[in-house]
């Protein structure tokens, strides 16, 4: 850091990504682990403005496949009690 300057650093949220892909879904964790590494590399060239902005996005992702997730895990076990024994 140059002078003394404190950069701020915006969150990646690069463990919630990772678990969202293996765990909620695959498909909004994967870009979600894109713009986690986007928020990390921006950090590193001090280039806020870029990393708030993949964070947001990484964060809105993130938040979205947990959704999605928790709504496809309801209807499974929704499905799998109503089903009648054969």
């Known amino acids: 850091m140059e002078g003394g300057a404190i950069h ?3 969150p990646s949220y690069l463990g ?35 990393a708030q902005d993949a964070s947001q996005t990484a964060k809105t992702l993130n938040i979205a496949g947990l959704i999605c997730g928790i709504i496809i895990i309801i209807i499974y076990v929704s499905i799998k009690f109503t089903e009648k024994p054969k």
């Open 8 to 10: 701020a650093v915006a």
């Open 16 to 50: 919630w990504s990772i678990f969202n892909t293996l765990c909620c879904c695959l498909p909004l964790g994967i870009p979600a682990i894109i713009f986690s590494c986007k928020v990390e590399s921006a950090n590193g060239r001090g280039d806020i403005d870029r």
